[in-house]
């Protein structure tokens, strides 16, 4: 069965997407620990982050750090923070999360809850900033 992050990417499941190509895709974590916590992820399916080619890896790292650099301009933060968990979802991902310290990255059991239109707003406004 695919992961929900393939069904994601199938347009299966709903997301809060920011940024999108032909390999990679970014969407708001719908349990997150800041506002703009968002999950990069490569729209291959692979289950571990260094199981993907060299390649992927790549451009997934380089799609990340785009995504870091318009979210940082969207969501007042003194840095995004980087987290690579991979445990509860079958598909490799990046976590990126606007942060004032780094208690703020340390708190993944401390989820936040948002409404639909705030998620909406949020979407917008990083993807506003992408380059």
């Not at 380089?62 to 003194?78: D, M, N, S, Y």
Request: hydrophobic letters at 45%; glycine letters at 6%; one cysteine or more.
């Amino acid at each position: 069965m695919a992961s929900i992050f393939t069904r994601i990417v199938n347009g299966e499941i709903p997301a809060y997407k920011v940024a999108e190509d032909e390999n990679f895709l970014a969407f708001l974590d719908i349990f997150p620990v800041a506002k703009g916590h968002t999950l990069v992820i490569p729209k291959k399916e692979v289950d571990y982050l260094f199981d993907l080619d060299n390649e992927l890896y790549t451009g997934l790292q380089l799609f990340a750090k785009k995504v870091a650099e318009g979210l940082k301009k969207a969501i007042p933060c003194q840095k995004v923070g980087v987290m690579v968990l991979g445990l509860e979802v079958p598909h490799a991902h990046i976590h990126l999360v606007p942060m004032q310290t780094e208690a703020d990255l340390l708190h993944f059991s401390t989820k936040l809850k948002f409404s639909p239109e705030e998620f909406q707003e949020t979407a917008k406004l990083i993807a506003g900033n992408i380059a």
